[in-house]
C-alpha cells in the first residue's frame, strides 16, 4: 500500500502543472498575448515571462576619471577610433578663448579696441577745459615771441611814441613812398607769393612791437592794474581795461581787440553780445577806423618799401591795416547775425548799431546797409519799423547814399520779382 502511493503522487504534479499552464494560458489568451509554440493549446508561450541569464547582478566597477585615461583608451585598454556623426568635437584651443568683448558697452569696447599707442597718449594728455569769454591766453603771446626770439631785431619805430594810428601811418606813407602810389602787378601769382613774404615779415614786426610796448609802456602801474584786471576781475571790469588797452596802443594790443570780439562773434550767451557791440562801436568809430576805407597788403605797394627804419615801420602799419579790415568783418558778420535773431532786444541793438556805423564811417558801407534793408521784410513789426525808421535817419544825414539806397533795395528785391 505505501509503494502505490508513493507511485501515484508524481503523476499528480504533471497534472498540476498543464492545470496551472492552462489558467495561465487562458488569461494570457484573454490579454492578446499569442505563442509560437505548437505544443500549446492556448498558443501561448511563457518563455517571455522566463528571465534568462544569471539571477544575482555583477558587481559595478568602480568608474575611472577622464584625467586617468591617456592616448584616447577605454578600460580595456583599446584605442578609441574617431567617430563621425553628430558626436562632439574636441575643444580647439583656437576657438575656446575668451570672447574679446565681454559686454556690449560702446565705450568699454572702443577702450578695448584703441591702440596701446593711443591708450598712452590719452593717459599723458590732460583735460584742458574751455577758457572763458573775455580770456587772453598767455601761451599764445609767448608762442608768437618764441617763433621770431632767434632772429635778429630790425630797426623800427617806438611803442610809446604812437599816436593816431592812420595820422601817423599817412605821414610816413607820404614821407617814404610818396602819396598815390599804385600798385603795379602784371603777375597775380607772382604778387600773391611777394605778399605772403611781406605778411610774414609784418608778423615779425608786429611781435617786436608788442613786446617793446610791454617792456617800455607795460611797465607802468596803470598798465599792470589793466592786466591784473584783464586776468581776475568781474565782466565789466574787463571789457573796459580791454577797452582801455586797445585805445592806448591798438597795434601793440591786437590781443585785446580780439578779446572783445569773441563777446559778438561767438556763440557764448546774448548777455555778453549787448555789452560788446556797444563797446566795439565806441572803438571803431572813435580810435580805430579812418575817415576812408581800409586796404589790404594787395593794395599796397610792398614790394617799393626800403630795408631801414622807416620802410620797416610803415610796412608795420599796413600789415596792422590788413588785421584790422579782417577784424571789422568778422565784427559785421556778427551785428548781421545778431539783426537775425529771434531776442527782439538783441535784434534792435543790431539794428541801431548798423545804422550809427553807416553814418559815421564808409568801411563795409555796402554790406551794412544790405543787412539794414533787409529788415524792411522782418515778419516782427516792430522790427520792420526800427529799420524804416533808421534807413529814413540814414538818407537824411547822407543825401548822397539815396542812389546806394535803391541800388540795394532794388538788387535785393530782384529775387522776389
Known sequence: MAGSSKSKKPSKIPEDIDAIRSDVASFASSLGLSSSLPSSSSGFNDSDFLKTGPLKPKPNKPHKQNNQKTNNTNENNEKIKPSKGFDQPKPNPKYTQKPKFQNFNPNERNK??????????????????????????????????????NLPKLPLMKASGLGVWYVDAAELEARVVGEGKRVEA????????????????GERLMAQYAKDYEASRGQSGDIKMLAATQRSGTAADKVSAFAVMVGDNPIANLRSLDALLGMVTSKVGKRHALTGFDTLKELFISSLLPDRKLKSLLQRPVDTLPETKDGYSLLLFWYWEDCL????????VGLEEASRDLLPALKNKALKTIYVLLKSKSEQERRLLSALVNKLGDPENK?????????????SDHPNMKVRQSCVVASNSLPYI
Do not use: C, I, M
Open 383 to 395: 522790427a520792420a519799423s526800427n529799420a524804416d525808421y533808421h534807413l529814413a535817419n540814414l538818407l
Open 186 to 201: 602784371r603777375n597775380v601769382l607772382q604778387w600773391k607769393s611777394v605778399v605772403e613774404k611781406k605778411r610774414e615779415l
Open 112 to 149: 578695448n579696441t584703441q591702440k596701446p599707442k593711443d591708450q598712452a597718449l590719452n593717459t599723458n594728455e590732460k583735460f584742458k577745459p574751455k577758457p572763458p569769454v573775455l580770456a587772453v591766453d598767455d601761451s599764445d603771446k609767448q608762442r608768437g615771441f618764441d617763433k621770431f626770439k
Open 325 to 332: 579790415k579782417q577784424r571789422y568783418e568778422r565784427f559785421v
